[in-house]
């Protein structure tokens, strides 16, 4: 049974080669992309109650750098929470909270103004709270109003 | 409990169909020995979604939202890749099989195992994150209510029987009814995961237009609802399309179905030794 062996051979050592290539490559994606030990942010979290038809949002000055919102889901629906920068793009989201959980994201975002959108029932544009993100004040001493910070 | 439940649900039936219509194959495509490589990397995946998920949610890391996009995009793509790939060539070796492999596609299937690990972990674990991270939040909130957790569960667990009733059936197809129907299946399933993991680089910001709807139909399927729900997990349809999620899926499915559903050109020449006659 005379075949043309010689293109065969060579897609078969590709397709042996290809495999734990592949895996080690994601192996590695994985693990750079979690590799991120980012330390604690400074500020305390944003609390965000994600209900059916409200949005409420316990601050609306954060600070540059990384912050966290700390999502509760109380009401029925499945929700999902947002951040959004002032040209529309995506910071950071969190899709499927399950009415009754919650959930801690962690984003990191620079001096601008924001916008934080609850999406009970995942559609639409969702309920928006507006977020102003001012520049760190690394020289601040605690105690101190921020009087002198920069409008 | 029905939103919790829903969720698990949708999530559970993305990876279970893919994973059982491969199994499906390889039993009809005479290496039911395979399977094993199949389970190896869908193991691999549920292991490593968990662990990924619990470290995310219970200690202080944080992951990067455009690399957890990135990954899921990207991980969709291969995936879509890896399984077109499989559905063609298994079609392609299990064709005049008579109860045994020869020679090279015996070989070429035995050094695959790699390959389908990598399939069974890249199906499962492309969306892996995202159903842990949904899972550890249930669980960190049955400290308060059981009900998430235990819907949540209930969800995921009927995926995996219908998954599992899924594989049965197809096993009972006859054979050319089978490649034919259960391949066609799996690319109507991989057109969705395409138009899936463009959506997740359109949020990463990798591709643009994450805005642009081709449709909104989430009046008549709302995303919460239980239809929308198997819809989503079955054939990935989202009442809210963006233009390149249709283009990309409409753009895979066509051609790749086409080509699938096209009837093999018959074999040229017998596998039988005869002599060879000289022209001149």
Known sequence: METPHTPRRATHRVRRATAPVVLALLTAAGAAACGEDSPSPSAAPVS???????????????????????????????TEVYVY??????????????????????????????????????????????????????????????????? | MIGNYLIGLREGLEAALVVAILAAYLVKAGRPDQRRWLAVGVVAAIAVSLLLGATLTFTSRSLSFTAQEAFGGFASILAVALVTWMVFWMRRTARGLRGELHGQAARALAA??????????????????????????????????????????????????????????????GLARFFRWTGAALIVVAAGVLAYGVHDLQEAGILPGPNTLAFDVTGAVPPDSWYASLLKGTIGFTPETTWAQLVAWAAFLVPVLTAYLRPEPVPAAAPSAGPVTSRS
């Open chain 1, 48 to 78: 965000v109650q994600a209900g059916d038809a409200s949005c409420r949002v316990d601050r609306t000055e954060l600070t540059a750098g990384l912050n966290t919102l700390r999502i509760t889901n109380t009401g029925s629906k499945v």
């Open chain 2, 112 to 173: 695959g195992g790699g390959a389908l690990a990598v399939v069974g972990f890249v199906a499962v674990g492309r969306e892996g994150l995202e159903t842990a991270l949904f899972l550890w939040s249930a669980t960190q909130a049955s400290g308060t209510t059981l009900t998430p957790l235990l819907g949540a569960t209930a969800g995921l667990a009927c995926a995996a029987v219908a998954g599992w009733l899924f594989y049965r059936g197809a096993l009972r197809l």
């Open chain 1, 85 to 151: 920068a002032a040209d529309g793009s995506i910071v950071t989201e969190r899709e499927s909270i399950g009415p009754g959980t919650g959930a801690e994201v962690t984003f990191e975002v620079t001096p601008g103004d924001y916008e934080i959108a609850c999406k009970p029932g995942q559609k639409g544009n969702g309920i928006r709270q507006k977020i102003r993100v001012a520049a760190s004040t690394a020289t601040a001493t605690p105690g101190l109003s921020p009087d002198d910070s920069q409008a």
